[in-house]
């Protein structure tokens, strides 16, 4: 195999509850990466689409190439690599847009070199890209991204990733309006410290939130979907948060937050069509506003990233290993 | 019917990482109540046996009075009731003995009256129990008593109690060295505010031990059974406790706490064996420095409270109902 394509998800990193723990996979949009075999043991990116010239073209700066170069020095390969990124969802949204060109390409890295790793083992090279991308190698992207559905990051020290069990369909909706934020800012509202109730508050939201996608319980799903936390702060960043908010949950959605650290926004629905006409809603209140706003609505995407034929274009469905443990880099 | 008979079990609150959201009911030690129509519309306290006399026969000062009483005000009876108490479980040892009490003589008055309520409808009475007794009207030791199993309380605002499944037999040693812990102590030690990693890392734990639970995963419970946040400084309260928890692990047990605020100590294990030999070895352990220590070991108890037919002495299962939503008192 001379060359292969693959795709990685947009991601919902928090999820409101579960700040810097829980991430959640959609199916779209999301970026898809070409990798080829080269000449030599440099990889190289050839190049970047869709990011309006503002991704660096330099592997070594390059989220995608950073990653795939300590994945190919962690498996001692000396194999050159050529990389076309094609970003198919707004950079800096907060939908792990850097996630998700790192994991398409050491998806497609890896199945170049015939699969020498799993899904799993994969994940810590996609925190380097993370890293290089925004200074910590946070996993709340790159592990749905890459392993789907929705998961859990209990901890870094060791790295123990759960992918949880989802018993019911779910459904999402996100909205970006063109407001930059920039994830330093987003870190640097936050306190150093949560008064107890509210830290009581926010470990009872996210044990309310596992327990209902385990027992498909909906009400509990979406009274546990409350930050107690960073939203309070966050969502001053975000011009309109309350009213978007409202439209959306009027418009059937029954859940509502900041994706990752903003501005994008997701929601919650039982059925796709509430997940659509609450982005849909959102999307033309920005726009009433003057405010540009993309939206999409998406099943929550239990594959993960996915292999896609260069022959025939299908898609291979990718998932990762359930309740993976890693220590970073020990299983190497 | 005149006179029936419940009996509810010892309870371990907040196991580890789920300080104030966490409950957990054993199947011994526990309390029974024997209730009685009596002339008149008072609640007394006939006699309290087990307590060496430290408990009030005053049924206003008494945990089981004054959860009685608010429930027959609640419901409009006028009935007049004559409880007696049977200590069967260490008092001020933080195994929930004021809510075995309170739970056990609601569920003997209840079924005395034809059952007016539901299990989960007895819960905001046995709180108001707790809060005669300790001040606060919590719900980590009622709920569980109550309800049975294992117990997440997401929220007090409105109160939203859900019995987690658990998909996996576990076992559960208890260990009461005969150190006198005052829980306002216990939580006067406690910070006003939680460092942001702390709080992090304990609702990953939190969420961690519910899908342990629901999946049935021995792994990822024992990994999640952690608290960053009340056992660094509580264990202080503690002699010897790193010292127990290295022989309980050394036994077999997989996790090591404490139950609710001690000093009673909690072990956690696959089967029967580890968790009665884990109790063991701290009872010994405690008995060579020359402090007393009872011990017992338990299966998690899914079934809470009974009622003991008082004809033939047996039991009847009285599990709750699972996920209740209850407003404080609305659906009175």
Chains 1, 2 share one sequence.
């Not at 909706?173 to 008064?195: F, Q, Y």
């Not at 409350?226 to 029954?254: M, S, T, Y």
């Not at 069509?273 to 929550?300: F, I, N, Q, T």
Request: aromatic share 6%; with cysteine; glycine share 10%.
């Amino acid at each position: 195999m001379n060359e292969t394509r693959a795709f990685a998800p947009a991601t919902v990193a928090n999820v409101s509850c579960g700040f810097d723990v829980f991430g959640m996979a959609l199916e779209a949009p999301g970026d898809e990466v070409l990798a080829r075999r080269a000449e030599g043991s440099l990889v190289r990116i050839r190049s970047v689409s869709g990011d309006d010239g503002r991704l660096p073209l330099d592997a070594k700066r390059n989220t995608a190439g950073v990653a795939v170069r300590v994945f190919l020095d962690a498996i001692g390969s000396r194999q050159g690599v050529e990389l076309e990124l094609y970003k198919r969802m707004p950079l800096g949204s907060g939908m792990g847009s850097s996630a998700a060109s790192a994991v398409a390409a050491l998806v497609a890295v890896n199945r170049l070199l015939g699969d020498p790793l799993s899904r799993s083992e994969l994940l810590p090279f996609a925190m380097e890209g993370e890293r290089s991308a925004c200074g910590s190698a946070h996993a709340d992207n790159v592990a749905p991204a890459l392993l789907g559905g929705f998961v859990l990051i209990r901890s870094y020290r060791p790295l123990d990733v759960i992918k949880l069990p989802v018993a019911m369909p779910l459904f999402c909706g996100l909205a970006h309006p063109h407001i930059e934020i920039r994830t330093r800012d987003a870190r640097a509202l936050l306190p150093d410290c949560v008064p107890m109730a509210d830290a009581v508050g926010q470990w009872g939201n996210t044990a309310g939130l596992v327990a209902a996608l385990c027992t498909g319980d909906y009400g509990l799903l979406f009274r546990s979907v409350q930050d107690l936390v960073a939203e309070p702060l966050r969502k001053n960043l975000i011009p309109h948060f309350a009213e978007a908010r409202e439209a959306a949950l009027a418009a059937g959605c029954e859940a509502f937050g900041i994706s990752g650290s903003g501005p994008s926004l997701f929601m919650l629905a039982r059925d796709r069509a509430a997940a659509a006409a609450g982005a849909a809603v959102v999307a033309a209140l920005y726009a009433k506003l003057e405010v540009g706003c993309d939206y999409w609505d998406s099943r929550v995407n239990m594959e993960g990233a996915q292999v896609l034929d260069t022959e025939s274009g299908q898609a291979e469905s990718a998932s990762g290993g359930l309740n993976c443990v890693l220590e970073n880099g020990a299983r190497l």
